[in-house]
């Protein structure tokens, strides 16, 4: 069992449509990221979140950290959205900042 | 953005032959880490450097080596290419307290 788990690992949605993804982990963590990576292209950082809740325009970011589990909301979503949207993790103090990822969630939004 | 570059983008290289990547950083970060990325596996640690000359094994080394002789730089050595070592590197840094900023890839394919 990996130690982070994403799901779905596939998601079609129609343009306009509320997305949810969702990522559990099983270790102790010191942060949680949100990353994206567009088809052919680089990975970029959406959310660092260690608690509560994030929002950077139409995307949010949740974390319940008793519950070991976040989720990635996106509001109103567009064809530009359609990415893989990766969890990872950065473990305990003793790991240094190194992260340990889900395998992604690939989002298609059709217009 | 974070300043975090590769190179080279991509490499095509035939089998046994040495391969050098490099990555630089502006950012003065002590950590840096190199991932690879496979269809199937996601994105998974290679080697970690957390100081100069100073570094680790991450869970698929075998067949790399690391090097740091400066903080800005950390370069990943294929001794002598193998199929199996096709893949897109990712160079990273931050994760802990900052968000983690990736390099563009390099595309490798070894022939």
């Known amino acids: 069992k990996n130690e982070v788990e994403q799901s779905p690992q596939n998601l079609t949605a129609q343009e306009g449509e509320f997305i949810t993804i969702n990522c559990s982990y099983s270790v102790g963590i010191s942060a949680l990221h949100w990353l994206q990576q567009h088809p052919g292209g680089g990975i970029v950082s959406l959310f660092m979140l260690s608690s509560g809740k994030k929002k950077h325009g139409r995307l949010i970011a949740t974390i319940n950290i008793q519950e070991k589990h976040s989720s990635l909301h996106i509001t109103a979503s567009h064809p530009r959205d359609s990415a893989v949207y990766i969890c990872a993790v950065t473990e305990g103090e003793t790991s240094g900042s190194r992260l340990t990822f889900g395998e992604g969630t690939q989002l298609t939004v059709n217009p | 953005d974070a300043g975090i570059t590769q190179s080279p983008r991509h490499k095509v290289t035939e089998t046994g032959t040495p391969v050098t990547l490099r990555c630089h950083q502006t950012e003065n970060h002590r950590y840096m880490y190199w991932y690879r990325q496979d269809p199937g596996h996601g994105l998974r640690l290679i080697h970690y450097?957390?100081?100069?000359?100073?570094?680790d094994k991450g869970e698929v080394s075998d067949g790399y080596s690391v090097s740091r002789s400066k903080t800005e730089d950390f370069l990943l050595t294929l001794e002598s290419a193998t199929s199996s070592q096709t893949s897109v590197y990712f160079c990273?840094?931050?994760?802990?307290?900052?968000?983690?900023?990736f390099g563009q890839g390099t595309r490798l394919t070894v022939v």
């Open positions: 990273a840094i931050g994760g802990r307290r900052t968000e983690a900023f």
């Open positions: 450097s957390y100081g100069v000359k100073d570094t």
